[in-house]
């Protein structure tokens, strides 16, 4: 059975930076594409990042040039490097895992931005 485990969040002033990772285990395959969601209280959730098996990024408008995805050398791995961090960045974050067209997620994790 796939896992998906994400960690690397906290809390961090406004301008502030973060760096999330996202391990999926259980699986020998390879997946298609890997992304990041976030959720705020009485909002939906949100596209923030996503990578495809190819390498290919798109980002939320409102993180795009602060943000950064990318996948690790471990297979099914993925990271979201947070730069200049705004308040309204504060959410719960989580990490999806396609494989063979079968979404995976993890349980998220918490990322607070206040001074």
């Known amino acids: 059975q796939v896992q998906v485990v994400e960690s690397g969040g906290g809390t961090v002033q406004p301008g502030g930076s973060l760096r999330l990772s996202c391990a999926a285990s259980?699986?020998?395959?390879?997946?298609?594409?890997l992304g990041w969601y976030r959720q705020a209280p009485g909002k939906q959730r949100e596209l923030v990042a996503l990578?495809?098996?190819?390498?290919?990024?798109s980002y939320g408008d409102s993180v795009t040039g602060r943000f950064a995805v990318s996948r690790g050398n471990a297979k099914n791995t993925v990271y979201l490097q947070m730069n200049r961090l705004k308040r309204e960045d504060t959410a719960v974050y989580f990490c999806?895992?396609?494989?063979?067209?079968?979404?995976?997620w993890g349980q998220g994790t918490q990322v607070t931005v206040s001074s």
């Open positions: 999806k895992v396609i494989i063979r067209d079968v979404p995976y």
């Open positions: 259980g699986t020998a395959l390879s997946s298609n594409a």
């Open positions: 990578i495809t098996g190819t390498g290919t990024t």
